[in-house]
């Protein structure tokens, strides 16, 4: 998965990238301002924003706001050093996803950003099955029939990529940006010779045709069990439907908003200043 972090203080943005290169083989790039971090998610199509809400220039919850305001649907994870619950409501009115409070446990903060993940593309437990295949997840384990299918990592990030969205065409640019995420990126076709690979493992161990190709567009996870896919296949690049409270009595919300803003900030700034 690619993930943006929007985080200032450099230790902690490093001890964040680590962890989640370990624990999600994710593919991290770091904003330290809020403006910065609404110009990258515009660009780039994370899986995931983590938000710290103390930045050098906007509020982070102004910052998800404007997000929000623009249209993207990419699920966000705020981090806040403020516990009190109002702190919490203010930045899921804002339109967060999940909310942690600092100091946080690592295999807690892994596990709620998978899920924020998985949930966006509309899988609601971490075991996913595309006909004979089941993908798990958390533990990145693959398995025909209940055979296991040894994967190196980035053939399983592929795979992992086209079964969460699957009925999607992915472009080889897609896989590319989640893979490497600009840094080091190999051509194109290695994509090729990866989907080869995938595809060879798949067959033997019984699950032939499930990756598709579309001619001149990439590759699609087929959904041989029927069910229906969570995307048009039409649209390649959709993020899922956004935080209830977007959809939700919107009046409500803004007026909501701005109550918990002000408490927000006056309370951000009793922290500063303490
Ligand atoms: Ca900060």
């Keep these: 998965m690619r993930v943006l972090l929007v985080e200032d203080e450099p230790v902690t943005a490093r001890a964040i990238t680590l962890m989640l290169k370990a624990d999600c083989n994710a593919v991290v790039d770091i904003a330290d301002t809020g403006e910065d971090a609404i110009e990258m998610a515009r660009h780039y199509d994370y899986d995931a924003v983590l938000l710290d809400l103390m930045l050098p220039d906007i509020d982070g919850l102004e910052a998800l706001r404007r997000l929000r305001a623009s249209g993207q649907s990419t699920p966000v994870l705020v981090l806040t050093g403020l516990t009190r619950p109002q702190a919490k409501v203010a930045a899921f009115n804002a339109g967060a996803d999940d909310v942690m409070t600092k100091p946080f446990d690592r295999s807690e903060l892994v596990a709620r950003i998978k899920a924020i993940v998985r949930r966006s593309k509309g899988h609601s437990q971490p075991a996913l099955q595309v006909g004979p295949m089941l993908l798990n997840l958390d533990s990145r384990e693959v398995s025909v029939d209940g055979r296991p299918v040894h994967l190196t990592g980035k053939e399983y990030a592929i795979l992992e990529l086209l079964v969460m969205r699957r009925g ?107």
């Design 168 to 274: 999607m065409v992915l472009t080889k640019e897609i896989f590319l940006n989640h893979l490497y995420g600009g840094l080091d990126e190999p051509e194109m076709k290695i994509i090729d010779v990866f989907i080869c690979k995938l595809r060879k493992k798949l067959a033997a161990a019984g699950a032939p045709n499930l990756i598709g190709t579309v001619w001149g567009r990439g590759y699609i996870m087929r959904t041989p069990d029927a069910a229906p896919a969570p995307h048009s296949p039409a649209v390649p690049v959709v993020q899922a439907a956004r935080s209830l409270e977007d959809i939700l009595l919107p009046g409500a919300r803004v007026a909501a908003t701005q109550d918990d803003e002000a408490s927000t900030l006056a309370a951000a700034r009793v922290l500063v200043s303490a």
